[in-house]
């Protein structure tokens, strides 16, 4: 019981949204097929990414996943704002990007990140068509190679 209020309080409770909308095991039988890709690749990474967690793929947000581990942020309510602050910067104005970014108002003490990761998003090649399907048996360092965030944040 205590970890699934951490896991709430972690998520801000939209996993557990989306879960009881698409149900929890939906895509399981695609994770299971991630799990058994070679070391290395985007959609093993995924795989062990959500396994560490214990989340699940949720349908519509499988894409979202991969842009956590081509992009580097961890799977925290700070760090999910700034990957949408990145996104928003590199032409991503989908109303679920929106939305979780204006979350960014609870967490003033790193407005300044946003700002930088904005800025980062901007400068960085388009991440906004890169699909799972698409690079799941690919190496995740070619990925990041082409699509990475770029590791020089900017100071204001």
């Known amino acids: 019981m205590i970890n699934k209020i951490k896991q709430l309080k972690i998520t801000g409770g939209i996993i557990w949204l989306l879960e009881l909308i698409h149900g929890k095991d939906h895509l ?15 959609g093993r990474e995924v795989a062990e990414m959500l396994d560490n967690k214990n989340y699940r793929l949720i349908p519509k947000f499988e894409n979202h996943d991969l842009k956590h581990i081509v992009l580097e942020y961890e799977m925290t309510m700070k760090d999910e704002i700034r990957m949408q602050a990145y996104l928003i910067g590199n032409g991503n104005f989908t109303f679920p990007c929106l939305i979780f970014f204006s979350l960014g108002i609870f967490y003033p003490t790193i407005w300044k990140d946003f700002l930088n990761e904005y800025q ?4 960085s090649k388009s991440i906004h068509f890169l699909t799972l399907d698409n690079c799941m048996e690919l190496q995740l360092k070619d990925i990041k190679s082409e699509y990475g965030r770029k590791h020089s944040i900017l100071k204001l």
């Open 28 to 42: 399981a039988a695609k994770l299971s097929n991630l799990r058994t890709l070679q070391l290395g690749t985007v």
């Open 120 to 123: 980062t998003g901007k400068s």
